[in-house]
């Protein structure tokens, strides 16, 4: 069984916006052995919907749209949807009473403009939408399946995941699907390549490796096909752990962690507790942090310190020390660590100084350049690396990679 | 005239790989005017791509195809395109030299499979590439024109922009586009669709105008299409002035800035500086200002402090205070404004404090309740805000709604 993925927006065809949804929704499906035929992204006209909605409907059994659910004037899809099956709008009261809710929680006044929203097709199934007003809408038609569903990525996913999937899993039958997901960090795509190359090529017909870079972490996801539950399952486990014992050293977690929640869970553990100072990362390497519920119980604060001075004032950075080595050298993070540790009372501390560009570069700086230290008042490690594309994509590797230092220290593991 | 572009690649399929190509490829149609009608991704098969392009050709005059161009197996566009145009591969001289220059210049030794990459269709017209192995390639068939290129971004872009744009430019007459893009923060969509309903029942026939809304911000998008370029802008001006007229109150910017770049510019302006004292966000909102190039002329740093103490010892919120009021209350971000105003010496300040949860929600303190104050130390503002969804959601709308009270504040504007 195939799907076809129908994006609608003017937006998405003049490239304001980047369609991100079309890859979640086929790695969703990719877990319960749906395979994506074929992406469309048509606009907000109702003759490019139809013929897109006819396209689709020859391609796939299975055909999932997003956009153009919004209560405003540009949004045709449901009134496209309406007709194309051939439907009528009547108000659904318990959308209706979910639409006044939302605002309630909000405490905003609503719109009408937006009870609208509770308007459905009489003969589509509706789906809730708990994050937003625009309900989601499943129809049926000579076996093939329609989901349309908003297009705002936080509205969508939560639908996909609760909603759609299960009914798909219960409308057709799939086959059985095992993912395990090794996450590590700290070697490249093509190093992890090398170290298992003899185990790739010895994979089962029904088994694949995938390779999901992110940085420096790179997701090892194993994917089994097939009939017999027991058996697939006793196989990913061999796999899982034959990879495990070869690359041991930068494997952080499996399936849904992440490093964030790996740190956070060790900390835990150990009753202990971690601040960070940054420089050039601005609180990002903190903002992961507590993107972790419950990250209270170990995350204290962070020093975001910018300048010189506040480096100085803030950190207790020397003034000596940023004169004679620089805010980007290993004597300041070393110092930020200490300064961390010290004004936040933390058992750990993270800090990192980077110069992250456009400007700012030297020869023997060039822009890239980010020092990152760990340490606690026993120890601290400090690591030069040279990142490299623009400004953001340096920011998010030094946070990546600070984090990585991190989980190695609590682990005890040797820095090389 | 329309274009349609075709990304070619089964990692686009299982949704390994958000596509950014066909949105760069998007906005570069766009500014000579030509409208993208679809976008269509297919795997890496033969009679896949075959179908997009019989689909494609009968839907624009213009088809850009990106992907399966690598030397491997996997990639079969240039078999596929060789077979669609009833022609030959033959050996190009030209382009097996840039491919043998290449991997001297990379000091690498060359694989035979990449010489292959040099064997182009006769009929086609070769499209140099000069950061990669991968030749473009240029059909004509019965009036309509197909472009091949490379799917990676840094061999593609300035293919599309060095050489397929101006041969576009060269063989059709395109008409004028203009996008105009309005930028609004702490109005929702529907509020802002009420307050400018009539200009857009009067919008001409040729006029769109688009929502895109982002938390707390929504993106207003004018666009013209026509003959008359000077009328098209004047008209769009026009447009814009009034319902910048209408909202103003609520619009930070046009076309390509941010809130963190207006906020920015303000700053500059004023040769003032600017930092945060943040819990629940933890960090994002000095990450999203420092986001922006050159940013330390006017942000020195953030206190991000989560726990009590820190939130004491580190920004000076008296112990009273967080006793009588709590974390999250007017009292306590308002000495946290102060806080940092003192620490960090800078003339700005913004401060939140709130329940991000999904735990530490009370009856009068639910989840999402966050307080925001920004000032400077003549005057603080603050105020409560009830935010909704995940954690992750009222973080981000956290940092917008701070960022929009930070911006009002630097104009001067009344906050309500």
Known sequence: MTA???????????????DTNSAFIAQELGKIGVMVKRRMAVGDDKIEIIEAL???????????ITGGLGPTKDDITKQTLCEYFKSTLVMNEEIKLMVIDLFRKLNRPMPEINLKQAELPHNCIPI?????????MCFKQEGKMFFSMPGVPFEMKPMMVDSVIPVIKKEFKTPFIIHRTIHTQGLGESFLA?????????????FKLAYLPHYSIVRLRITAIGENEIELKEKVDSLEKQITDRIGENVFGYDDTTLEKTIGEILKQQHKTISTAESCTGGLI?????????????????????????????????KNTL??????SEETVREMVQGALRNLKTDYAIAVSGIAGPGGGTPDKPVGTVWI???NNEKIIAKRFQFARTREIIMEYTAITALGMAWRFLNGKVLN
Chains 1, 2 share one sequence.
Do not use: R, W
């Not at 076809?4 to 980047?18: F, N, S, W, Y």
């Not at 006819?54 to 999932?64: F, G, V």
């Open 4 to 18: 076809t993925i129908v994006t609608i927006g003017d937006e998405l065809l003049i490239g304001q916006v980047i």
């Open 54 to 64: 006819d396209e689709a409907k020859k391609l796939s059994e299975l055909i999932l």
């Open 128 to 136: 809730k939408n708990f994050y937003g007003t625009a309900p989601g």
């Open 194 to 206: 090398e170290q298992i190359k003899d185990f790739e090529e010895n994979f089962p017909a029904n």
């Open 286 to 318: 903190a903002h992961k942090l507590v993107s972790v519920a419950g990250a209270s119980d170990y995350f204290i604060g962070s020093m975001v310190c910018y300048s010189y001075d506040a480096k100085e004032n803030n950190l207790g950075v020397k």
């Open 323 to 328: 004169d004679t080595f620089g805010a980007v």
């Open 373 to 375: 230290a760990v340490g």
